[in-house]
């Protein structure tokens, strides 16, 4: 059997034509390939919205009849539960540093990229968030922060914000754990941008109407997207897709790596000073989103 032509010696002709027809037979492969992809990606999707809707209403009953009996341990058990769930069913991938304080009463301030930051950061603690008002108008979500009292602020209404900082009070008074996100935004998630003070007002307000109450614990929280995939779960205030979207999007990755950083708590008093104390969590929010970014490409 005569030997197989040597491509160097019939010429650079020669290679350029193989590696032409290499590159035809990869081509053509990647088009057989498309509408398998196109099927997994609708069924992915369809996995993920069934899992979503079928998960709510499994568990909604129990969080009604909590809700009638006013059963706050209860809300808490269905929250933590259906969060757990949903970091599941989205395929969030967290990678935690630091744990959640255990000192009462506890208010949290964390950077702010997406509405995933909420399921991230439910699934550790039963958290009753302070939202920006346009979340109660989104479709089936809306709902869902309504059931779990999130308290909503209206930023464009300056003078009604005197009224969030009582009703933070009043659920930190109630035992409720706060969530805050300072920024008063959604970023990037490469950075922190400065943190606004004026939700702080809660701490002290529920200070001074407790004079028993030497302190309330304020935690720092970063949550940041890592990975290949970091980028399509960031909602970014300048991103302007709709949440519908944005959570079809979301649904489509198998994968999303998180990393959840829990800082060390700072104890807040009645003469604590407001804005010192959001430049002391911003601080430490910002070192740790760029440790978390530091590590990832280390990795890489």
Same mark, same amino acid.
Not at 88 to 102: C, D, F, N, Q, T
Not at 127 to 135: G, I
């Given at each position: ?25 990869? =081509? ?18 369809? *996995? ?11 568990? *909604? ?10 059963? /706050? ?7 933590? /539960? *259906? ?13 935690? +540093? ?13 950077? +702010? ?14 958290? $009753? ?29 300056? +003078?009604? $914000? ?28 490469? =950075? ?11 701490? +002290? ?20 997207? $890592? ?35 829990? =800082? ?20 430490? $929010? ?15």
């Amino acid at each position: 059997m005569a030997p197989a032509p040597d491509l160097k010696t019939l010429g650079p002709a020669a290679e350029v034509r193989s590696r032409g027809g290499t590159g035809r037979q990869n =081509g053509l492969g990647e088009l057989a390939l498309r509408p398998a992809r196109a099927v997994l990606h609708v069924l992915r999707v369809a *996995y993920v919205l069934a899992g979503i809707f079928v998960v709510t209403f499994a568990l *909604y009953p129990f969080l009604a009849v909590s809700v009638v009996l006013r059963s /706050r341990a209860g809300q808490r058990w269905v929250a933590t /539960r *259906y969060h757990r769930i949903m970091r599941g069913l989205l395929g969030l991938r967290i990678a935690v +540093h630091g744990a959640p304080s255990s000192s009462r009463p506890l208010c949290i301030a964390s950077n +702010h990229t997406s509405w995933l930051d909420i399921v991230v950061i439910s699934s550790f603690l039963p958290v $009753v968030f302070v939202a920006k008002q346009e979340v109660a108008s989104w479709p089936f979500f809306g709902w869902l922060a309504r059931l779990q009292r999130s308290i909503f602020v209206d930023r464009e209404r300056k +003078h009604l $914000v005197h009224r969030t900082v009582e009703q933070i009070a009043d659920a930190l008074l109630a035992g409720e754990i706060i969530g805050l996100f300072p920024e008063g935004t959604s970023t990037d998630g490469t =950075g922190v941008v400065p943190f606004r003070s004026a939700l702080i007002g809660g701490v +002290h307000a529920a200070l001074r109407r407790q004079p028993r109450l030497p302190a309330i614990f304020m935690q720092p929280v970063s949550v940041t997207y $890592v990975g290949p995939n970091r980028r399509g779960a960031v909602w970014a205030l300048e991103d302007e897709i709709p949440f519908f979207p944005h959570l079809l999007q979301v649904a489509a990755m198998r994968r999303i790596e998180v990393v959840v950083a829990w =800082g060390e708590p700072v104890s807040a008093d009645v003469g604590s000073d407001r804005k010192a104390l959001a430049g002391e969590l911003e601080q430490a $929010v910002r070192a740790m989103v760029a440790d978390a970014h530091q590590s990832r490409t280390a990795q890489r």
